[in-house]
């Protein structure tokens, strides 16, 4: 009985063992695609655009398409995994011109996107002679259109409260190389 027993005992070892074998593998197939969805490389290694702009107030969803229609995300549904874990979505969206590097992962590209680390655009001013001609060349290379732009300019009011009218104006804006946000508001750039 004794060796009936023991070789019973040393059946069920075998079975418990490649139970526990085959468990292990799995959780590491599953761990391993896990971690490539988190830390593997998703931003393709030539991409048309490294720049990535969400214009102010973009939902998730909004930011989401801007991702796929560049190329930025290889796989949607592990992108939209990962940025649950981290707590990207949020409403709005943080709103700017972000520059994206190729090889990132999706750690990588949520946390640039999340922490708001903003490229400016270098705006040149070398000759204009109107308000008009000024928010011409600003609509440009910044969100905000030119009529926004117009209309803060002509606005009496606002001007007053600076100390310009729509006579003296123009002084502000002196031919240079001004750094801005993408995302700049019309007021920010008076």
Known sequence: ????????????????????????????????QKYTEIFGRIVPDHLNETYVEIPTNASYEE?????????IIKHEKAFRWVAERMKYPRNPMRAGRFRVQAGWSNYDLIKHLRGGSQETVKLIFNHAWTVRDIAAKVAEFIEPDSSDLVDLFVNEQYLA????????????????TYDFFWNTSPAKVV
Not at 1 to 11: A, L, N
Not at 161 to 176: R, V
Request: glycine residues 8%; charged residues 15%; without cysteine.
């Open 1 to 32: 009985m004794d060796s009936e027993e023991t070789r019973k005992k040393g059946q069920l070892a075998k079975i418990i063992l490649t139970f526990t074998f085959v468990g292990v593998l799995i959780a590491t197939f599953f761990g391993y």
């Open 63 to 71: 930011v989401i398409e801007i991702l796929n229609a560049k190329g």
């Open 161 to 176: 409260a600076l100390g310009y009218n729509p006579s003296t104006l123009m002084s502000l804006f002196i031919p240079n």
